[in-house]
Structure formats: C-alpha cells, structure tokens
C-alpha cells in the first residue's frame, strides 16, 4: 500500500475537503429539519386525548343541531366516553386601554367606543366550545388540543355550562372570554380586561371580560401573524351567535346551532383500530357529507406528509453531497492525469494495480473523512440558525430541527459510501496505467 503523503497538492486537497465539509453540513441540516417537524408531528398527534372527530368539509360550518348531536353521541356510552361540538372562526378583537371601562354587553356600538380607548385590534382563531364537555378532553396537565393546536390552559371559564344556548340565544350571554398568553402580554391584559368583538361591518356588536389565559405554540409574529394574531376562547353558542351560526333560515329551511366539528373520546375496551373503523362507517351514515377522521387516519396522513418531507430534504441534501463529491473527483482525476508518469514508474516497479487502486481510494476517503468531520461545525450551527430561522419566519414555538448521533452517523455513512463510488473512476483510471508506454517514454 502506497502511504498518502498529505502535504502534496495542499491547496487543491484543502478545496475538495471545504467543499465536502460545506456539503456535509447542508445535508446535516436538511435532515435535521426534515426530523424535527417528523418528531413533533408524531408526537403532538399521538398526545391528543380525542380519538375521534367528525368535521365539516370545509371551514364553513355544516354540522346541525352540534349540541343536541353531542349529547346524543355522549350517551352512547357503550362506544364514547365524552363528545363535544367545537366552532372555530376567523373573528377581530379589539382590546381597550387600561382606563376605559366596560360592562359586558350584547349591544355596543362602535359610537359608543371613542377610538381613542382602543388599543389595538387583531384578527384572531376564534374557538367556541362548551367548557363542562371540552374539561373532559383536556389531559392531566390541563392541556387541550384544538385542531392541531395545544393549548396549556393556567384557569378555566366560571361557568361551565352554555347558558345562551339554552335559552335558545335569548339571554344568559356569559361574556366569559379567555386569550393565549402572548396576546394578553402584547396588550396588557388582567384577569378582569375588557376584550371586543368587532363584527363584519367594523363595530363593536359584544364585548366580554377575560376570565383566564393559555400558553399556546403561536408566538403572535411570523408568518403565522399575516393570518391571525393569537387564539380565544368563548362559550360556543356566544360564538355561533356573533357569527351568524346560530339560526340560519333559507331556501332550505331553518338551519340551527352550527358547528365545524365534534370531537369523541372512545372507550378503551372499543378503541382497537378494527372496531374505530366499524364505528367510523357507523357515523359517516348518521353523519351524510361529513367527514369522519381517526386517530389512525390522522397518524397515516401524517406519516405520509412526513416521508414526503423527508424524501425532499434527503433528496436535497444528498444532491449537495454528491456535487461536492463530483468537484473531489474531478480533483482526483486531475491528480492522476498529472501523476501518470510517476504512477507508470510504480507500476514498472512492480507495484500492483490494487496498490495503486487502493492508494486513490484511500486519499479520496481521508479527503471526504476531514472534510465531513469539518463539516460537523456548520451542520451543527446551520440547524441552529435553520430553527431560529423557521420560528420566526413561521411564528411558532415549535422545535423545527431535531439533531442527534444517529443522524450523523447516518449520514457519515452515507457520505463514505458515495466518496468510494465517486473514487471508483479516478481508482480505475490510475491502476489502469502501462507501465511500459512509459519506460519507453
């Protein structure tokens, strides 16, 4: 075996393993994305309480009759532990200064309300539920899953139960209201703050009074800010009735009490996954135009999305490795057109063609080895920056990359096994030298 002598070609030897080191660390930080948005996907789905939701096609909401449909499926008790119907909008929130005061109330109008006691507004994902059923899908640690939102509640609403719903929307307004804690801070909020709602023509037509607060992963910037500026919660009826779901008469007839979904807890001893899909196509039947999603269903999606993204991230960052390898193989050959005349002197000498196939391939690898092992520094600190990056482009608080030992050496393993392909043809190129052209020579 001929012993690679590093100080030959040191500034052509330093490029290929800069180039190595630059790819190695875009592929570390691809796949370090690509696992972190797989962790927590999998994770936040497989922690959600709900086994079971049936929900509108669309974000128009088309489920009937939501509370009397919930209780219905509620004292179904030999499949359903709990159900709850949920309303979820796009609504604007205005939120006064500390010095105006407010009473709760239905009819307030903008006229009322000088502008200069505002604030700020935001547009806001409005969530109306039915605090005594929602307790009932919240985990030990009082948290609650909305959509694919985890909400860590610090307090509950004083009334549990949805006193405007039961007076058929004539009275009982509880004007209870609870904000994500980044919007309570962003305007100062209390317990006890005023908050109004802002309708489709730009007045204030209700105001309620903040009864508590949650942590939430939507920071309130980011991209996630173009859309919305955080998350409340009220009673459902009070929603439904703010934005015209309440009773809505038609062509069709009257149409009452609309909701975007309804979540079911399942019973333990029916929530293998042969006897969800049975109740699943039992619910699709009482529930015509609906869709109905498992948990099953909702890991498979999700699992589908993630090798998606994970299919494009390796397909990246592989490209950028085998470009970096392509330079380190273009050097190599170059090295052996320029080196043909003391290689033919070796072979004349009667070094074998392995030894000198085995030399190329051994100073391809120590080139692709240093040049990986460089790499680790910016695979690293590109990761870091990528998750700063993402949350704030984004706006949540979510852990966007995921690095561990088992992503490195998978992808350590990777690069080795392309450098010996990629070394493959200068190898062969070097041990197929005559060492007779060149003694005549």
């Not at 948005?37 to 922690?47: Q, T």
């Not at 008790?77 to 939120?95: H, I, K, Q, W």
């Not at 998350?231 to 459902?236: D, N, S, V, Y």
């Not at 950028?320 to 070796?346: A, N, P, Q």
Request: net charge negative; with cysteine.
């Amino acid at each position: 075996m001929i012993i690679l002598k590093p100080h030959r070609r040191v500034w052509r030897n330093a490029l290929s393993m800069f180039s190595i080191a630059i790819s190695f660390g875009m592929l570390l930080s691809l796949i370090s994305v690509a696992w972190g948005l797989g962790e927590a996907a999998e994770d936040r789905s497989k922690g959600q309480p709900r086994d079971m939701v049936i929900s509108s096609l669309g974000i128009v909401p088309t489920i009937e009759n939501s509370h009397i449909r919930s209780q219905e499926l509620k004292n179904d008790e030999g499949n359903f532990s709990a159900a709850m119907p949920v309303l979820t909008m796009l609504g604007r929130l205005a939120f006064p200064k500390e010095d105006a005061g407010l009473t709760p109330s239905m009819d307030l109008s903008m006229e009322d309300t000088p502008q200069g006691d505002l604030e700020g507004s935001e547009t806001v994902g409005l969530v109306g539920l039915v605090p005594d059923l929602a307790k009932d899908f919240m985990g030990e640690d009082d948290t609650l899953f909305i959509r694919t939102e985890l909400l860590k509640m610090n307090g509950w609403f004083n009334v549990g139960s949805d006193p405007f719903y039961e007076s058929d929307y004539k009275q009982g307004w509880t004007g209870e209201i609870i904000v994500d804690q980044e919007m309570a801070k962003r305007y100062d909020l209390d317990i006890g703050s005023p908050v109004y709602y802002i309708n489709s023509s730009g007045k204030i037509s209700a105001s309620f009074v903040l009864v508590s607060t949650f942590d939430t992963f939507l920071m309130g910037e980011g991209l996630s800010s173009d859309i919305i500026g955080g998350i409340a919660m009220i009673h459902l009826a009070e929603l439904q009735y703010l934005t015209n779901n309440h009773i809505i008469s038609g062509p069709g007839g009257e149409r009452r009490d609309l909701s975007t979904a309804i979540y079911l807890d399942i019973q333990n001893e029916r929530s293998d996954a042969s006897t969800q899909k049975e109740i699943a196509i039992d619910l699709e039947r009482s529930f015509p135009g609906l869709q109905v999603t498992t948990k099953e269903r909702r890991l498979y999606r999700i699992e589908d999305e993630i090798l998606i993204l994970k299919s494009f991230s390796i397909g990246v960052g592989a490209t950028t490795v085998m470009i970096g390898l392509f330079f380190l193989s273009s050097v190599m050959l170059i090295g052996v057109e320029e080196r043909r005349k003391d290689i033919g002197i070796l072979r004349a000498m009667g070094i074998s063609r392995l030894s000198i196939f085995q030399w190329i391939l051994s100073e391809t690898l120590i080139i692709a080895i240093l040049g990986s092992v460089v790499g680790l520094i910016p695979g690293y600190v590109g990761s870091h920056y990528l998750d700063i990056y993402l949350r704030g482009l984004y706006g949540v608080e979510l852990e966007f990359t995921y690095m561990s030992p088992t992503i490195i050496v998978i992808c350590f393993c990777f690069l080795i096994v392309t450098a010996l392909i990629f070394s493959l043809i200068p190898g062969y190129r070097a041990a197929s030298v005559d060492p007779v052209k060149f003694m005549r020579e």
